[in-house]
């Protein structure tokens, strides 16, 4: 068998094991609330530094900075979900993603920690009227955790970021033709 015929199957039982497969998530807060997004798509991970400010850009692209040689434009996720002044601090970090061959960054409140999601931990999106576009959220995940003896369950908010950053509003990927 060719390496090419190996490959070619795509509907036996390995096709349906990528698919039920546990995915990682990179968890970061934006206020009260935690997201995921695919572990893939994280380049690095840096601390909130100044960035140079773009004329006319709109107010959720905080500027770019210089990334040993590559310009990287910065989003505040939490300015584009409108979620209220974003403060920066010591645990405000920068995000650096790889996402339709472009590097990015985007600013969130604080980043907790690598999560491994099984399917049945997650489930769909809620739907919303056409005034909020939330095409970009994937799912909601579910984690038990143990807090003071109590069980609890966290909600994380799973966001398809490569959808999001090439979004037509966000400006920063050429529409592809």
């Known amino acids: 068998m060719g390496v090419m015929e190996k490959f070619e199957v795509g509907t036996g039982t390995a096709a349906r094991a990528v698919v039920d497969a546990a995915k990682e998530y990179l968890t970061f807060r934006l206020g009260a609330e935690e997201y995921g997004i695919d ?21 959720f692209i905080k500027g770019v900075v210089n990334l ?32 339709a061959r472009r590097v990015v960054g985007i600013v969130v409140d604080g980043v907790s920690d690598v999560l491994e999601l099984q399917p049945e931990q997650i489930r769909a999106a809620p739907e919303f009227n056409s005034m909020l576009d939330a095409g970009y959220i994937t799912g909601l995940g ?22 999001l950053m090439t979004a037509a509003d966000m400006g920063l990927v050429d529409a592809v033709s």
């Open 39 to 59: 572990i893939l798509k994280v380049q690095e991970i840096r601390g909130y530094d100044a960035v140079t400010r773009i004329a006319n850009a709109p107010s």
């Open 68 to 99: 040993r040689g590559v310009i990287v434009p910065i989003v505040d996720l939490r300015v584009k979900f409108d979620l209220g002044e974003a403060k920066y601090d010591a645990f405000t970090v920068v995000i650096i993603l790889n996402v």
């Open 142 to 163: 579910s984690i038990q955790t143990t807090v003071d003896g109590n069980e609890a369950t966290r909600m994380l908010i799973l966001i398809d970021i490569e959808r």
